[in-house]
Every structure is written in structure tokens, then in C-alpha cells.
């Protein structure tokens, strides 16, 4: 049986600083597809352990014409990462280099054989808040693909996370930004979750709700929607 190189994209996912307080919001849609072939698949997104919080995009990918060349799943290898190692850091460093040289390979085989398949300039992102002792510490990477000469992969890395951030389809949630963020009738959730569903309702294959919503602040780490396992 012939195998078929399948891919997913697609997301939304908002992160909110503001004096020691952050919010991260993210939609439930992850869109595979082969060709023009396209299935859609609800998941959970925002992942909490211990005193993390984190979110992705870009997580899933098999390629390959008549036999599987690789696989990988990013989001599931991050958390392995950041249960094995002691501390974060040590975590991060670890991943960078796995997750830089997967994709390496990724884009070099894309390039060679799959031409017509989108390369996206950003191939994976995290965003991780930390929670230790009444402190929030910030993690976030962007692996940018660079393609002139040989396959390289960049990490864009920051320790702090501006007051809107936003990763995936995000062009209309940018721009209402600061109007949503003045509107006083509403919640951090609410204003969040009304960027999110814009974007949904823009960009329908690739964004779509269920719409998570989740707090950390000094004190505690709280669901502003029903968690979902």
C-alpha cells in the first residue's frame, strides 16, 4: 500500500502578560491533510503539568512516498522532555537541539521531494509560563526555516513574553487587539475567546472551537473554561 505523506496545521493560540498575570487562550482545531485530502481532529491544546503551562503549534507530521521516512509529533516529545529533565532549562536546551535537527530533515525532504506542499516559515512554536514561587517565568521559541543555501533551522528564543502574543492564523485577533483590550463589559476570557472564534470565523479549516482559556497568576494556575482531558 502506497503511503501518503499527511501533515497538520492550523491554530490559534494568545498569550496575555500583564503584571505578573498571564492568560493563554487557544482554539481546538488540528487539520491534517495529504494533497487536497482533509480531516479534522478536536485536541486539547493548552497543557498543564506540575507548575507549567504550555502551548504549541506545529506539532504533527509523517512523510514519506512509498514507505514511512519519518514522523514526528513535537508536542509530545516537549513534555517528555520536561518530565525527564530536572529543571526547565536544562529541558529546553535538550529539545532545541532534537527539535532543530527533526526539522532540519523535515524541510530538506520537503524541498527535494514535495515541492508543492507548504513550507511555512515557522515550523514549530512553544509558549511555556512558569509558575515557582509566586513568580512567572517566561519560555517561548520560534523554529523560522531558512532555505537559501542548505536547510537551516533558526530558534527565535525570548525570556519575555510581550503583553499580546499570539501564534498561527492570528492576523485579525492582532488587530482588534487593543480594541478588545479596552472593553471593560467584558472578561480576559471573554475578549480572548471573541479573538479566537474571529479568526475561526476567517480561517474555518485551519481554527475552530472549542476555545480554552486558562489563568496563572501569583497565587495559582485556574481554568477560565471547563477543562477538558
Not at 498571564?22 to 498543564?48: C, G, M, P, Y
Not at 514535495?114 to 512558569?130: G, K, N, V
Not at 533551522?153 to 498561527?168: K, S, T
Request: hydrophobic letters at 35%; a neutral charge; one cysteine or more.
Amino acid at each position: 500500500m502506497e503511503f501518503k505523506s499527511q501533515f497538520s496545521g492550523g491554530t490559534t493560540v494568545i498569550t496575555i502578560a500583564q503584571d505578573n498575570n498571564a492568560w493563554i487562550a487557544a482554539d481546538s482545531r488540528e487539520t491534517l491533510f495529504s494533497n487536497t485530502i482533509q480531516q479534522h481532529k478536536v485536541v486539547k491544546k493548552i497543557i498543564v503539568g506540575n507548575s507549567l503551562v504550555y502551548s504549541c503549534g506545529g506539532r504533527y507530521m509523517k512523510y514519506g512516498g512509498d514507505h514511512l521516512l519519518g514522523k514526528y509529533d513535537l508536542v509530545q516529545e516537549l513534555k517528555n522532555h520536561i518530565e525527564k529533565y530536572p529543571s526547565i532549562d536544562e529541558a529546553l536546551d535538550n529539545f532545541d537541539l532534537f527539535a532543530r535537527n527533526k526539522l532540519r530533515q523535515v524541510a530538506s525532504y520537503l524541498k527535494e521531494h514535495l515541492i508543492a506542499y507548504y513550507l511555512p516559515q515557522t515550523m514549530f512554536s512553544y509558549r511555556i509560563i512558569e509558575l515557582v514561587h509566586g513568580e512567572i517565568g517566561y519560555y517561548y521559541s520560534d523554529f523560522k526555516l531558512k532555505t537559501k543555501g542548505w536547510m537551516e533551522i533558526h530558534i527565535h528564543q525570548h525570556n519575555v513574553i510581550p503583553e499580546f502574543d499570539c501564534l498561527g492564523y492570528c492576523n485579525i485577533a492582532c488587530k482588534e487587539w487593543e480594541s478588545a483590550k479596552s472593553n471593560k463589559q467584558h472578561t480576559m476570557a471573554e475578549k480572548l475567546q471573541h479573538l479566537i472564534r474571529l479568526e475561526a470565523n476567517k480561517n474555518p479549516i485551519w481554527v475552530a472551537e472549542p476555545i480554552d482559556v486558562i489563568h496563572i497568576s501569583a497565587d495559582c494556575i485556574k481554568w477560565l473554561t471547563p477543562p477538558r482531558s
